[in-house]
């Protein structure tokens, strides 16, 4: 090594030893700032060192340049982890929080529209004196089929209808098992809605999915007619989608029920009448299998699916939208 090299490292040795006493004593960002243009700023102490390089001799050169750009680094870091820890210990000291400053707004996220949609059906029948249900998602072919009055043929029972699982068990196909679980659980006079999920073995599209939401309800008591059961689905009908809501029964069929009613809503010229639930008086065979007598009680039930309701009532296109997660969609309710 060259005796200018010699003593040039011992320089920078020292400019090392006197940057960490100086740092040690550093108490605050302003003083640090003024440690770093002392020794990294344009013209510091580690800029006049590069200076230096054009007068030493030609050999020297390559490890002088490494050693300088070693002291600069170590240099940099330490100032740059002094920095970090002023920041960190910002929001500590009392004099630097500033409480004027708007706070940073945590995303909490939304309701589904369905479940908005949901909580309202709940809510308007609860207002007449239904009580909320729940039952299974697993259920065996007596409580989805058989104690409904369903027939071995009907086409609601094939494979490509209905998700079957192992031991004879499948997925509800609807909500109406659970009208089954009560009147087995509980006596006349019983008067209960049912939310929940339900699958069905359809293709995805605008207006199927294979997971959707229904609404059963059920009411059986002595001396309960077709009159209850219109009286009960008119004022939903006009609690959910306004006073002057137009409503009309058309007679249908249903399995567990006997007569069977569906029920349209009037939207508009456009839409003009849409069915929106399936209804009816109870049918006896249905009692039977849940043994409540039949010449004693009569009773209505219903069930619609929530997600047209919603598609309806907020003018949804595509059912998808329901489960994509797209939050541009999901604000907008
Ligand atoms: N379970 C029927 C379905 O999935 C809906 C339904 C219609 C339920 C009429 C009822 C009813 O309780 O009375 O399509």
């Known amino acids: 090594m060259s005796q200018s090299l010699d003593i040039i490292f011992q320089e920078l040795d020292s400019v090392q030893t006197s940057f960490e006493t100086e740092i040690q004593q550093i108490a605050e960002p302003d003083a640090l700032e003024t440690l770093r243009v002392k020794y990294l700023g344009r013209k510091g102490q580690v800029a006049q060192f590069f200076k230096k390089i ?3 001799p030609g050999p020297d050169r390559p490890r002088f340049g490494e050693r300088l750009n070693a002291l600069k680094t170590s240099l940099q ?9 002023f920041s960190r210990n910002n929001g500590e000291s ?6 004027s400053l708007p706070g940073i707004a945590p995303s909490i ?4 529209a369905l479940m908005l949609v949901l909580d309202e059906i709940k809510y308007i029948f609860r207002g007449m004196g239904f009580g909320v249900r729940t039952g299974r998602l697993i259920e065996n072919e007596y409580y989805n089929f058989e104690a409904l009055n369903v027939p071995d043929d009907h086409p609601s029972k094939d494979l490509q209808d209905t998700f079957y699982l192992e031991n004879a068990l499948l997925l509800r196909t609807h909500t109406s098992p659970v009208q089954i679980h009560t009147m087995e659980n509980e006596n ?3 008067r209960i809605i049912a939310p929940g999920r339900c699958f069905r073995k359809d293709a995805p599209d605008a207006t199927h999915s294979p997971e959707f939401h229904q609404v059963e309800g059920l009411a059986v008591g002595e001396g309960i007619s077709l009159s209850h059961l219109k009286g009960t689905l008119v004022s939903f009908a006009r609690k959910l989608f306004g006073e002057d809501t137009q409503v009309r029964f058309r007679p249908s ?7 069977s009613a569906e029920m349209d809503v009037y939207f508009d010229d456009r839409l003009g009448w849409l069915e929106i639930l399936g209804s009816g008086m109870v049918d006896p065979n249905v009692f039977e299998a849940v043994k409540i007598d039949p010449d004693k009680y009569t009773g209505f039930a219903f069930g619609m699916g929530v997600e047209r309701i919603a598609m309806l009532k907020y003018q949804i296109d ?3 939208h329901f489960y994509e997660n ?3 969609f999901l604000r907008q309710f």
């Open 54 to 56: 054009g007068t030493l």
């Open 77 to 85: 870091s330490s100032i740059d982890e002094a920095q970090s820890h």
């Open 94 to 99: 009392k004099d630097k929080l500033d409480l």
């Open 109 to 112: 996220g939304h309701r589904n």
């Open 188 to 190: 006349p006079p019983i």
């Open 253 to 259: 069929f249903f399995p567990f029920t006997e007569p």
């Open 318 to 320: 595509d059912i998808r």
């Open 326 to 328: 797209d939050t541009r």
